[in-house]
Every structure is written in structure tokens, then in C-alpha cells.
């Protein structure tokens, strides 16, 4: 099942070819603007001596604080009246970076989103239902008006309100859901205590993004709803959702290389790896009007995976973000990534829904302190059993990131639920 066959199936040459036509479109719009005139000028860039897709690595980066410092409209090369839409990122540090659109560009956002539906098998005849914010963040109105391209009913539910949700999910017969892993976990919670056995609901399937989350929580929340989970990727600077999405063979996200150059760099040398790396994923917008991006740091880590997906899009895959670079934790000198404690915990079938990581210092040394939920029949057994399971998850986790963490086993609901992206690190050392 394909959206657009031609373009999702094209051979390497022949896109390597569009993707160059379109880079020095973009590239000449991008000249345009008083952002990047200044930066070009900065580093000796002539947009003309680009002459192969090769010479991108020749032009310098841009960043988060580069949108920052060209606030609100530097890097926009059309006119007010051409634009129709703004968002802005979620990021909760500095001033917010704002993205623009004009109708092509809504147009091509919903074409793309409608193309990674198509790609996990929904069609118009599915209910939509929309569990992520409306407004500024790209979460809501992405998918939405990707699903109506599509031809879906669409819900829109926005986050949160979690017994409504329910309601509408019983009452419209929804069958595709669109939410952040941590509020899907949350979900089937209350869903069981409504009495409900979430199996015999119509959800088929649900699209997890917006916040990392291991392929152990995947598997939790697919067989807690009896549904497949697809995992989407996608940032404000780049639209929003639909630049990465996985097929229905769920092995890694088709990144839709007609619309985005894909680079992996050495986020500590600004290297380009070679594809299979693990490294910072590098993006450069190739399609849209209102506000031209050149090879953006996203921040994220991942790889290539080189070798062709069986659903026959030639399109390369990326895989699941292991984390960003600057999510790492160092703790007593060693690199531990949230990711990997997620991935330790969620495996233990005791564990429940929630977790949260929080980082102290005693005496100058720093502490690792993991509350965990469990599940309830955790706690009607005997206290033996749960000393063995704290032991059993220190010991876990110390053979993956050798930091020996103190284990809080708490009761489902303990800790604060998430409706939309979690936050689950607490360092508590700079305090
Ligand atoms: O989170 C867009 C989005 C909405 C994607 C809905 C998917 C679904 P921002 O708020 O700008 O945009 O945050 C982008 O979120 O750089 C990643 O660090 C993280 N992220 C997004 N999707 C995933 C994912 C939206 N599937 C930032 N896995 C990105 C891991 C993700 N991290």
C-alpha cells in the first residue's frame, strides 16, 4: 500500500537527482534571507560551487540557538501575506523558535503524513483519534490534517481529559490513535480501572512519538491494548511529525528523503559518518517555501540502516533514537543515557507504567535514586518477593551503565502520569 508509489519506491539515482534540484532551489531561497546572507558571508559560502549533493558537506550547520538568534523571521524568504500558519518548539529552555508556512507547505506536510499513514495500512475508512496536543506544538494539527488528506474521520481530542477520551474511543468506534508513548501507558491504566478490557475495543493501531521510548515500552503498550504500535519521528524544524515514520514491518523509520537530506555526523566533530554509524542526525528541508532549513542539528542520536526495507520503499530507514546529545547524563564520570534505564526496566514483566530518574549528590558523590511503579499484585504477595525484585533490578542495571542506583518500588499511580511529553530525569546536583 503505497500513497505515492513513484516517489516511495524511486531508485537511488533518480532521487539522489531530484534531491539535488531541489537543494539548490532551496539553497537559493535560503541566500535570501538576512540569516543565512550573514552566515554564508561569514564562512566564504558561494551557493554556486555547490555543484554535487556531495559539496553539502561544505556549507556550515545551523543550530537551535541559530533559530533563536534570527527570532521572530530572519530566516524567512517570502512575504507576511504568503505565509498562513506559524507553530513553535516545546523546548521549555530560552526563547521559543518559531517555524512558518505558507499553503504549499501546509499542503506538502499533509501529503507527507497522509503518505506514512498509508505506510502502517490505515485508509479512509478508519477513525482517527488525536491524543496529542492542539496549538503551538506540531502534534496536533500535523497528523490532523494528514489524516483528513487521507480521507479518516478524524477526533480531535487533543491530550489529556483522559476519561473523555475514553469515551470518544468507546462511543466513535476509534480504530488509529495518535499519542506520546508515556500518556499511551497512562491510558491503559485508566482504561482498565474503568473496568474495560482495552482488547475488545475497536484501536487497532497507534502512532508513539514525540519523546524517546524503548522498543520494551513498544512492546508493553501493543500487547496491553492487544494493538501494533508504530513508532514516528519528527521535529518543529522540520514541520513537525511525518519526517520519519515506520511501515508495517515496524523495523525502523522510513525518513522521507525527497523532502529531507539526510546526514549522520560525529556530534563532536561535525564528521559526516557513513551510513550504519551511530551518530547525530543532520537534516536539510528540501521542500518548503517559507522557511528553508540547511543541514539543522537535530540533536538526536541514530543510524542509517542502510540495507532496503522489505515493504520495497528504497526511502532509508533510521533507527529508533537512542537519545539526544544533550539528554546524556554523566553520573560519577559515566555516560548513561535515560534510554537505557527504560529499556532495563520495562523488561522486567513486574514493572509497570511509570519510572523516574532522579540524580543527587550525598558527600560530593553523586546518586542514582530509580522509583518504579509495579504492578498492584506486586503488593498482596510477601515482602521477601519485592526485596528480591529490587535486587534483582539494581543488579540489572549496574551490569548495563555500572552505577549501582538505589530502587524505589512504589504502588501504579504513585507518580505523576503524562499526558503529553514526560519528563522523567530529575537532577537535583546543581541545586
Ligand atoms: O515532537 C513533533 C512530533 C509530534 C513528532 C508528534 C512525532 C509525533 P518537537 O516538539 O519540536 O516536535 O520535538 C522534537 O522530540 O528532536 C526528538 O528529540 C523528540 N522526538 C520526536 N519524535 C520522537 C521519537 C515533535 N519517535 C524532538 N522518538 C525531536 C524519540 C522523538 N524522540
Known sequence: MFWDKDIETIDRPSLEKLQFEKLQKALSAAASTSFYQKVFEEHSVNINNIKTLEHLKDLPFTTKQDLRVSYPDGMVPVSRSQIVRMHASSGTTGKSTVIFYTQKDIDDWANLVARCMVATGTNRDDVFQNMMGYGLFTGGLGLH??????????????????????????????????????????LVEVINEQGIDPHQMLVS????????????????????????????????????????????????????????IIEIIDPDTGEVLAPGEEGELVLTHLNREAMPIIRYRTRDLTRIIPDQCECGRTHYRIDRIKGRTDDMLIVSGVNVFPSQIETVLMSFPEVGNNYQIVLEREDNLDRMHVKVELY?????????????????????????????????????????????????????RSI
Open 145 to 186: 490534517y494528514g489524516a483528513e488528506r487521507l480521507g479518516c474521520m478524524v477526533i480531535p481530542a487533543s491530550s489529556g481529559n483522559t476519561l473523555k477520551q475514553i469515551q470518544l474511543m468507546q462511543d466513535f468506534e476509534t480504530t488509529v490513535i495518535h499519542i506520546t508513548p508515556s500518556y499511551a501507558l497512562h
Open 205 to 260: 493501531k497507534a502512532y508513539l512519538g514525540a519523546e524517546p521510548y524503548s522498543e520494551a515500552t513498544r512492546l508493553k503498550i501493543e500487547n496491553q491494548f492487544g494493538i501494533d504500535a508504530y513508532n514516528s519521528y519528527g521535529m518543529s524544524e522540520m514541520n513537525g511529525p511525518g519526517v520519519a515514520f515506520e511501515c508495517t514491518y515496524k523495523n525502523g523509520m522510513h525518513l522521507w528523503e525527497d523532502f529531507y
Open 376 to 428: 498492584s499484585k506486586m503488593f498482596h504477595g510477601e515482602i521477601k518477593e519485592l526485596e528480591q525484585l529490587k535486587a534483582r533490578l539494581r543488579e540489572s542495571l549496574r551490569a548495563l551503565i555500572t552505577i549501582n542506583p538505589r530502587i524505589e518500588l512504589m504502588e501504579p499511580g504513585s507518580l505523576p502520569p503524562s499526558m503529553g511529553k514526560a519528563k522523567r530525569v530529575f537532577d537535583n
